[in-house]
């Protein structure tokens, strides 16, 4: 039995012209996870990461604090789905910029709706695959994780993407894998154990490196 830890990536640029960037917490975020696992005496014996920016960046500041990371796997099918797309299904009209705790708040509204009927195939996102072959990409990871690797995997991805894996170890709704989304917090640590035939859940979401007092301001959603 080995153990899958899956990490999201530290804040990113929320709200910025480019998303796909770490922000300067971001970074301390991951480092400190990297310290933190490094401390416990986890090391890895197998990478893998999505391809876009965020996640080579997280997974550099987690090496930077961890000391000891191997090469990562690129698994572009780790990649989080296209948000603004999702949404243009649904809204195809001016949205207005997440700028203030309502517009925010509707931002994440309208994903919902856009989710949910990329999920039940009544809409295709433009530049998006169709919802099955987007998780086929995520499920095709955790079954390379089954059959190929041993020991201790580091996956490094999105809030997406991670939520979907879990909601296939678990066999949820399509409604609780956004819930599961929704919540995912940057940098936090899901722990599965695997063996040759299948996954298990064991925490979620979980950010122990930041647990101290002058850290608490550093948990982030987005």
């Not at 039995?1 to 917490?25: E, I, K, N, P």
């Not at 191997?70 to 195809?92: F, I, M, S, T």
């Not at 996956?155 to 956004?178: D, M």
């Not at 599965?192 to 959603?221: C, I, Q």
């Amino acid at each position: 039995m080995g153990t899958l830890y899956l990490v999201r990536h530290g804040q990113a640029s929320f709200g910025a012209a480019d998303y796909d960037q770490l922000s300067a917490l971001g970074v301390r975020q991951c480092e400190a996870l990297g310290r933190w696992f490094a401390e416990r005496g986890v090391a890895f014996d197998h990478v893998l990461r999505g391809s876009l920016r965020r996640h080579a960046q997280s997974l550099d500041a987690l090496a930077a604090g961890h000391g000891r990371v191997p090469a990562a796997l690129e698994w572009p099918g780790l990649n989080e789905y296209d948000g603004e797309a999702v949404v243009r299904a649904v809204h195809p009209g001016p949205i207005a910029a997440a700028d203030t705790p309502e517009a925010y708040r509707h931002h994440f509204r309208l994903l919902r709706e856009g989710l949910l009927a990329w999920m039940a195939g009544r809409t295709q996102p433009a530049g998006m695959p169709a919802y099955a072959d987007w998780v086929a990409g995520i499920v095709g990871a955790l079954d390379h994780v089954r059959t190929q690797c041993d020991g201790n995997v580091l996956l490094v991805s999105s809030g997406g993407p991670i939520a979907t894996a879990v909601g296939q170890v678990l066999g949820t709704t399509a409604e609780t894998t956004i819930d599961l989304n929704y919540r995912m917090r940057n940098s936090a640590v899901t722990e599965l154990t695997y063996t040759p035939k299948r996954h298990l859940l064991v925490t979620y979401n979980h950010l122990p490196h930041l647990d101290a007092p002058e850290r608490r301001d550093w948990v982030t959603f987005t």
